[in-house]
């Protein structure tokens, strides 16, 4: 099962821009949580901990795709540097501002401006693999085993700020993210060989083609709904860890989470899928949304660790066959654009989910909370049944496709992750 993961990372350049990646996304699953963590220790308020988190999470999803869009222009080497500078003064001046105590709106402006600046490492990284690898079907295992590093992510970084939050100072977590970020992002934008070429990509001519919003447009608002999902559930997960008198545990219960999705996204980047990946994006959000509403029930750590495992499972196959939806749909030359569009949908929906999660919380307590995040599920669900999210790829021939992959030209939409084999590809959380 993992020597298809052995032949990509083998390929020049691969591990180490995807390791560095990794390295750099760790704040994607540090600073929200870390965010809640400190303002509810200072504060004692779960409303204005998601207040501040949502300030943080909005910024970061209205920004994403003129980042995404600048990177393609300008280049990574250019635009990451910069961005992860600004993120790392932002976050630094927010942490002062809760610490000391300044008025709001001083931490919730701060905190939208680091979110703002937060570079989007995920879109980068993909727009790497899709520069280096020339098979499609070993495009598919690439953005899949790139699913499993956002999944490792998010088990160690909710345990580590939790562990550092809860153990050591309520700043050393945030401090710790901002670190990493830093020297992740650095590290990555030095790399410059197997940077994607700024201002053109391999289908050349088509930079400026249509981004096919037929599709990326529902598949942002089905994606909202996860991110609700996700942030809810987040808020969630802490508050219920403290009523039960153990707050250290709301980070492994949040890997445990994560857990079940990384082993999901090994075993999907292992299996030559037949199904479209909007059939799998469909069906793995409905399983997702169904295995959320038990937890409203749950009054046991270890219960709620196993439900939220056997959860974990249906988030992977869900992220995988949305970043495949826009790799077969848009123009190569913006890519990192187009999967920021995506980004930005599931990124917007973390910060309400978040917020609606912390006002539950403080009215209803915990437990009540879980349903926002199961209400949020099925919200996605009906959004990603009652639309088409099928189209082939805008401004780009079945010419272009055989120059570039050396592949004969896909025979309906959906086949251009595999050359054509009918068996659809794979892409990626993100989030980043």
């Known amino acids: 099962m993992l020597s298809p993961y052995r032949r990509v990372l083998g390929l020049p350049g691969a591990w ?16 929200s949580l870390g965010i809640v963590l400190l303002v509810s220790t200072r504060t004692g308020s779960y409303g204005l901990a998601g207040a501040v988190s949502a300030s943080y999470l909005i910024a970061n999803a209205v920004f994403a795709v003129l980042q995404g869009r600048l990177v393609d222009r300008l280049g990574q080497s250019r635009v990451l540097p910069a961005t992860i500078l600004l993120f790392t003064l932002a976050l630094a001046t927010m942490m002062a501002a809760v610490e000391w105590g300044w008025p709001t709106p001083v931490p919730h402006v701060l905190a939208a401006v680091a979110g703002a600046a937060l570079p989007q490492v995920g879109s980068s990284v993909r727009a790497r693999w899709s520069q280096t690898v020339r098979d499609k079907q070993q495009l598919q295992t690439a953005f899949a085993f790139e699913a499993v590093v956002d999944e490792a992510v998010f088990i160690l970084g909710p345990t580590l700020v939790t562990l ?4 050591l100072h309520p700043l050393a977590g945030l401090v710790t993210a901002g670190v990493a970020g830093l020297a992740g992002t650095l590290a990555l ?9 700024a201002g053109r990509s391999r289908d050349q001519g088509h930079s400026t083609a249509a981004m096919g919003w037929a599709v990326l447009a529902p598949l942002a608002l089905a994606s909202f709904g996860l991110g609700a999902l996700f942030g809810a559930a987040e808020v969630s997960t802490v508050a219920f860890s403290e009523e039960l008198g153990n707050k250290a545990a709301a980070g492994p219960l949040l890997a445990t989470w994560a857990l079940g999705s990384l082993l999901s996204g090994l075993i999907t980047g292992a299996i030559q899928w037949r199904s479209s990946n909007a059939v799998r994006f469909r069906w793995a959000m409905l399983a997702l949304a169904l295995l959320m509403t038990p937890l409203p029930f749950v009054e046991n750590l270890f219960v709620m660790a196993a439900m939220l495992f056997v959860a974990g499972f249906a988030i992977s196959p869900t992220l995988i066959a949305s970043v495949a939806l826009v790799e077969e749909t848009v123009p190569a030359g913006r890519l990192t654009e187009g999967i920021s569009i995506m980004t930005t949908g599931l990124a917007a929906g973390v910060a309400p989910g978040a917020a609606v999660a912390g006002v539950v919380i403080d009215g209803y307590g915990a437990s009540a909370s879980y349903w926002v995040a199961a209400v949020a599920g099925f919200a996605g669900v009906a959004l990603a049944f009652g639309t088409t999210l099928v189209g082939p790829r805008p401004g780009t021939t079945a010419d272009d496709r055989l120059a570039v992959g050396g592949h004969r030209p896909p025979d309906r939409p959906g086949d251009a992750l595999t050359g054509g084999t009918h068996e659809d590809g794979l892409g990626d959380r993100q989030l980043g």
């Open 189 to 197: 934008a030095a790399q410059r060989r197997t940077e994607p070429p």
């Open 164 to 167: 550092l939050a809860t153990g």
């Open 16 to 31: 180490a821009f995807s390791a560095s990646g990794f390295v750099a996304r760790l704040p994607i699953s540090m600073v």
